[in-house]
């Protein structure tokens, strides 16, 4: 899969301009280096990452005028039976974040792609809950991630982490930036409301997926290591 084909596509139909597009991928090599670096310091393969064109915009309700801005999201896709987990890069992501702020959102979809795994070898996912308003959606996030130091053996790369999601990611630079030079340009944007954003899979779509054994024991591994860290943050 290239991971800029709905990128591309979108400069084709003249939905991206020139100066985003050719910005975007002159700072995609930021991307691939985060993902390697990722798959460096935790031994696992990154899911499957693309680039998703538009300004990704989350809201309590559609009558809400609380929103916030997402810059990826992991998500779970059953195609012809068979399971698979995407991570989707937004542009405006890519276009102004700082290196530091990719590597640090890119991990942090990773956290939750381990998560999901975690859920989907356990069964949990279809009581998965949702939140009611975008800061219980933020602590309930970070509440049920992994711990990172469980995870990555990069000291740079969990000090971005920390840095960026001490309490739910915010970096106002990028958002100013992207509201500046995407939103006020009435640049392509979609809406997602918070329930369509948490993983809903049947009982039957569960039971069909297959997942590799020695995979589900490094899950279980990193598991323990985060619940010791855990216990140790609380005494």
Known sequence: MDPLVRFRDAH??????????????????????????????????????????????????????????????????????????VIQITAPLIAYGLKGTIHAILAHEFLHFLELVRKISKMELISDEISGNLFENVYSDETRLFEP?????????????????????????????????????????SNVSLDTNNVKLSVESLSRIKLDSKFISKIEQLEEKSSKINKKKLY
């Open 12 to 85: 084709s139909k003249g939905l991206i301009p020139d100066d985003i597009y050719d910005l975007t991928l002159k700072r995609f090599p930021l991307v691939v280096a985060g993902i390697n670096r990722i798959e460096k310091a935790s031994g696992i393969q990154y899911p499957v990452a693309y680039v998703e064109p538009s300004l990704v915009l989350s809201s309590s309700n559609s009558n809400s005028y609380e929103y916030g801005i997402l810059f990826a999201r992991t998500i779970p896709v059953m195609f012809e039976e068979k399971f698979q987990v």
């Open 149 to 189: 130091k469980a995870v990555f053996k990069d000291r740079v790369l969990l000090d971005h982490i920390t840095k960026k999601f001490p309490a739910g990611f915010r970096d106002y630079k990028l958002e100013d930036k992207t509201i500046k030079f995407w939103a006020d340009r009435d640049l392509p944007k």
